[in-house]
């Protein structure tokens, strides 16, 4: 607020300004063409010393963006094979710690499909900006491979996700509230990594990856401090990114309610026997429902009612509250801050100069110049701290009637949305403990049980 | 056989350990270590705010080859006249009074006082500039180096030509000075000093390396190759590469050099330097540097006698700044002597000629 | 199995949700494909005419030691004895001993070269491995030449989505490059490449050597010729864009 205070007796200068700059513009463009003929400085004229070249080293390997696109199809295609139709969850694992490997230590996490969601934003924001084909592969491939199996990739293919399996090693229960409520940061999350890829301020998702230091096995110490945060939490509350930042996942997550297959817990039949009740440290496993008793039933559509009503409210204060968020939003774009410092240096708010704001001035760019760029990146952000508000009005409201949406399940059936096809509750169920090696040990106990009971 | 498996009792199954409930002390504890997380992550410097880092010798500190002792100083600034153009590129003093500046596209005249007195359009930008004396075969003539050839003016701006005698493709002409009958010009890209009479014809070409002759050669490894002739009829050229000043005759014939390359106040900095000079009707030298621009007033004899303009007050901005570029920093394009004996300095960040007079001299009122 | 019905609605729901969400992602990833025409990898790199050597790219690089060195441009290096980018500014001798180097690792390599009319040419060369990217002889140099400049260096870069260093850059100097681009020299050594290239070729007769570098020096500028042009017209088009927008 105070920084447009600030800003509004330049308008009148910047208006001018802007009128003038497409005129600047094309004056840098002229200006970068020359170079004055003799100002370029000869080398010697060496008897006998041939002047060295430098070459840059090449870009290594440019084959391997595709090998790993490449890889990425196979390691989706094989973690829904297993996790679907082979129901084998050490085959899951065992792919889990390969993905882990290559996409994770060898290739050292980038760019990864979570990632490529910011560089799709990107293209949508700056046609400047060009998408290779390679990354919105990786965006591409998780996304509809869920659409038809569910979170396969989540639970087999995510270097990130690999981690956090492997380290949930005594996994609690995270309490239902706190589940539901952490559960709508990715929404918001993702909402916010959009607006800041479009608007080209930057990739916050990478920016705040807590694993890629360590797969890298260097990097910010307080990158590094965050990754170690995350995995002593993965200890205990299992894939914590997963489940509670990761924007990927709030997107499999809707994907993955509309797939078109997705992985039972029950290999036939599911006996509501509730051995499967505590087998899923993520908490995707749904009960199956009661039906309310009747006295309690105008309640409750009471209830649905006032959450459909308050879901376009919410969105609407979101619109609102996202249009005040703005300047707020636009302080982490390094332009926003760097005429926020020029001004208060100029102004002599503050005392000497950073080296931004040194390099800005190098420049010799004017001021005007700079605060219409700025402006123009806050016009953006008034705009995409709307729909950001939007989203996250629509967000809650959605979450608020879901939770008031009771619906009608017989069996115990993964909820798709938070299931990431892992296969840990496989082992819980005795139908499938039936169908797998211990058949026989069940068909013993019951033909002696036939039997006992034929004996007498 | 699923009807049957539902009589399966708990007891006989193999099962695997369920997901327990969250105690108290280890929700304290995630709930601890989400929190240091979380303020890790608010201490990062995406920003590079908090600077490099980097301990102090990685910093690189120019302080003291910018600073001059104040004692040294022995000019003051009078004057500073203002050139319209959008760039400017040569100097030269008019015999008489006032002086002559090129930039792109035009020369302009001025007087004593600064008042503009001629306008000569060209096509290009002049990269160096005589004016003839009374002395010269043609009194008053304009002589310009443009990257093509010689172009003469008359006093009153009239092309009268141009020629291009001794020059090929590698020329470039920087800077040219006038004789009785001569007309001199260095080109630095031949590294050659050409010697022409007045009407074009080449009479010689001074500095061709000629051990014979005790002739090294000029080192020119940028554009910057002055030359100037004085009333005793010697040339004096800067060999900037090897940062000194060299005495010639007319015929070609070396006489003598001084100067020396030192990063301290008495020497010439850099890689070729000085990059333009001037000679003061006494005979004693002015000379600019480039890169770290400073000007100086030199003996005869090559004794530094005093400082005319300190790097701060040519370009405030390298002071002011730990982080430059190098296009900022050729701040000074030319120098010379008036009539009066006052240094015009030809600053190109300014776009201005800059007046120094000596510190409490005679001719304080301008 | 639920039952039929309600198979049927949901699967339905489901289906149309999934046929159209398909469309919809890959007719909108085709068209931003499409839009800029197929692009092959993208990397980082650095203008080293925006740069100003503050040293960030020494710390903030993701790795242990950054991908970010310095590159020294011999075509337009002076080959100066007092060399800015070499000597400590305060230096006693001008000898190679390690008080009077400027580069606190001693990455920078003084080789003597020949000598002409009484100056003494020095060539400088870079010893990548020790190179932090510190940039101190890059600001060093500025005062001369300025044939020192920072750049990424592609064998050392993992090429990260978002570069650390990019962000921390004060002057914006970083962009993302198509990969075989490699480099953005400075602007003025567009010229000094092509220059040394035909060069190159005017001597070559028989060497096929001398020719095929010629000719990649050649190729080198011209792609830093399209890569500014382009830049310039992309920012002339956005600020034409936006300014309306900001007013």
Redesign the interface.
């Known amino acids: 607020m105070v920084a447009r205070e600030r800003l509004a007796p330049l308008?009148g200068r910047?208006?001018r300004a802007?009128?003038l700059?497409?005129w600047?513009?094309?004056g840098?463009?002229l200006a970068?063409?020359p170079?004055?003929?003799?100002?370029?400085?000869?080398?010697?004229?060496?008897?006998d010393?041939r002047?060295?070249?430098?070459v840059?080293?090449?870009?290594?390997h440019?084959g391997w963006?595709w090998l790993s696109v490449l890889l990425l199809a196979l390691a989706l295609c094989l973690a829904s094979y297993l996790a679907l139709a082979r129901r084998s969850r050490r085959g899951v694992y065992a792919l889990t710690v390969a993905c882990l490997l290559w996409f994770g230590f060898f290739r050292?996490g980038?760019?990864?499909p979570i990632?490529?969601i910011?560089?799709?934003a990107l293209?949508?924001g700056d046609?400047?900006?060009?998408?290779?084909?390679?990354v919105?592969l990786f965006?591409?491939l998780p996304?509809?491979f869920t659409?038809?199996f569910g979170r396969t990739f989540c639970a087999a293919v995510c270097p990130l996700g690999a981690v956090q399996e492997v380290v949930a090693v005594r996994?609690?229960?995270?309490?239902r509230w706190l589940d539901h409520g952490l559960g709508l940061i990715p929404f918001f999350y993702l909402g916010l990594a959009l607006l800041y890829a479009a608007t080209a301020t930057?990739?916050v998702v990478?920016?705040?990856d807590?694993f890629?230091?360590i797969f890298?096995l260097?990097?910010?110490f307080?990158?590094l401090?965050?990754g170690?945060?995350?995995v002593?939490?993965g200890v205990?509350?299992?894939r914590p990114y997963c489940r509670y930042l990761c924007p990927l996942g709030a997107v499999l997550a809707v994907?993955s309610?509309?797939?078109?297959w997705h992985v039972r817990i029950a290999p036939?039949?599911c006996?509501r026997?509730r051995?499967c009740?505590?087998?899923?440290?993520y908490g995707a496993i749904e009960l199956p429902t009661r039906p309310l008793p009747s006295r309690m039933r105008p309640a409750a559509r009471t209830r649905l009612a006032t959450a459909l009503g308050l879901a376009p409210l919410l969105v609407l204060a979101g619109v609102l509250v996202g249009g005040l968020l703005a300047l707020p939003l636009a302080r982490l774009h390094?332009?926003d801050?760097l005429a926020e410092r020029v001004l208060r240096e100029d102004q002599g708010l503050v005392e000497g100069?950073?080296?931004?704001s040194?390099?800005?001035?190098?420049?010799g760019r004017p001021v005007e110049e700079l605060v219409?760029?700025v402006?123009?990146i806050r016009?953006?952000f008034r705009l995409g701290g709307r729909w950001l508000g939007a989203w996250m009005g629509l967000v809650v409201g959605l979450k608020l009637i879901a939770l008031t949406v009771r619906g009608k399940r017989?069996d115990y059936l993964p909820d798709r949305g938070r299931c990431v096809s892992c296969g840990r509750c496989y082992?819980?169920c005795?139908?499938e403990?039936?169908t797998l090696g211990?058949l026989r040990e069940?068909a013993e106990?019951?033909s002696a049980e036939t039997a006992e009971v034929a004996s007498p | 056989m699923a009807g049957k498996a539902r009589k399966v009792q708990r007891g006989e199954l193999h099962r695997p350990p369920g997901v327990g409930g969250m105690s108290g002390v280890l929700a304290l504890l995630l709930a601890a270590t989400a929190v240091i997380g979380l303020v890790a992550v608010l201490r990062v410097d995406n920003w590079g705010e908090r600077g490099s880092g980097l301990s102090e010798r990685f910093e690189f500190s120019f302080e003291e080859l910018l600073t001059v002792d104040p004692e040294l100083v022995g000019y003051r600034e009078t004057g500073q006249v203002e050139v319209p153009l959008s760039s400017v590129r040569a100097l030269a003093a008019v015999p008489g009074g006032g002086w002559l500046v090129s930039g792109e596209g035009a020369i302009l005249g001025f007087d004593a006082q600064g008042a503009s007195t001629v306008r000569i359009t060209v096509t290009g930008e002049p990269t160096c500039l005589a004016v003839a004396g009374e002395d010269h075969t043609y009194p008053g003539r304009i002589y310009a180096g443009m990257p093509s050839g010689v172009e003469r003016f008359a006093p009153g701006g009239e092309s009268q030509g141009m020629w291009t005698a001794g020059l090929d493709e590698n020329s470039r002409l920087t800077s040219l000075t006038v004789f009785e009958g001569s007309v001199l010009a260095a080109d630095a890209g031949n590294r050659v000093v050409l010697h022409w009479d007045a009407e074009g014809q080449l009479l010689s070409v001074i500095g061709r390396p000629d051990p014979s002759r005790n002739i090294r050669g000029f080192t020119v490894p940028s554009g910057f190759f002055d030359v100037a002739m004085f009333a005793d009829g010697v040339l004096r050229v800067a060999n900037p590469g090897a940062r000194r000043i060299e005495a010639y005759t007319l015929e070609g014939d070396f006489l003598g050099e001084w100067g020396e390359a030192s990063a301290a106040i008495e020497g010439f900095f850099g890689c070729c330097n000085p990059s333009h000079f001037a000679i003061l009707s006494d005979g004693r030298f002015v000379t600019a540097e480039k890169g770290i621009p400073r000007v100086k007033i030199y003996s005869e004899q090559g004794q530094l006698e005093t400082v005319v303009a300190t790097p701060e007050q040519l370009s405030p901005r390298l002071l002011a700044s730990r982080a430059f570029r190098e296009d900022q920093t050729t701040a000074v394009l030319g120098v010379a002597a008036d009539a009066a004996d006052r240094i015009l300095v030809l600053d190109a960040l300014q776009r201005s000629v800059r007046i120094f007079e000596p510190r409490g001299g005679s001719s304080d009122a301008t | 199995m639920p039952e039929a019905g309600r198979t049927d609605r949901r699967g339905f729901l489901a289906d149309a949700l999934r046929t159209s969400g398909g469309f919809a992602l890959v007719g909108a990833g085709g068209f931003l494909v499409g839009r800029r025409g197929q692009e092959e990898l993208q990397v980082w790199q650095l203008d080293p005419d925006k740069c100003t050597a503050c040293g960030n790219c020494a710390t903030y690089c993701v790795l242990d030691v950054s991908a970010v060195k310095c590159v020294n441009c011999f075509d337009m290096c002076g080959f100066c004895d007092i060399c800015t980018g070499y000597f400590e500014t305060n230096y006693w001798s001008l000898d190679t001993a390690a008080e009077n180097q400027l580069c606190p690792t001693g990455a920078v390599i003084r080789r003597f070269v020949e000598e002409q009319s009484g100056q003494r040419f020095y060539e400088y060369t870079i010893d990548g491995p020790l190179c932090i990217g510190c940039g101190k002889c890059v600001k060093g140099c500025a005062l001369m030449n300025g044939s020192m400049y920072l750049q990424v260096e592609h064998d050392r870069c993992v090429n990260c989505n978002e570069c650390a260093i990019a962000t921390a850059c004060p002057a914006e100097a970083f962009y993302r490059i198509p990969a075989n681009q490699v480099e953005i020299v400075k602007q003025s050594a567009i010229g000094v490449l092509e220059r040394r290239g035909r060069q190159q070729l005017r001597e070559a007769d028989e060497d096929p050597q001398l020719r095929e570098e010629g000719e990649s020096l050649l190729a080198r500028a011209a792609v830093q010729r399209q890569w500014r042009a382009r830049q310039a017209g992309w920012d002339a088009r956005q600020q034409g864009e936006e300014a309306p927008r900001g007013s």
């Open positions: 308008r910047i208006r802007s009128a700059l497409s600047a513009a094309w840098t463009a970068a063409v170079a004055r003929a003799s100002d370029i400085i000869p080398v010697p004229d060496f008897t010393y002047v060295p070249i430098s840059p080293p090449a870009v290594e440019p963006e050292e980038c760019v990864c990632g490529a910011q560089n799709v293209a949508l046609p400047g900006y060009a998408l290779p084909a390679s919105l965006f591409l996304v509809v659409l038809f996994p609690v229960q995270v309490p930057g990739f990478c920016r705040y807590p890629v230091a890298r260097s990097g910010n307080n990158m401090v965050f170690a945060a995350v002593l939490i205990f509350v299992g994907c309610r509309a797939s078109k036939t039949e006996t026997c051995l009740e505590s087998s899923c440290p390094p332009e801050r100069t950073t080296d931004a040194e390099a800005f001035r190098n420049t219409a760029d402006l123009a016009a953006g017989e082992k819980y005795p139908e403990q039936m211990d069940q106990w019951e």
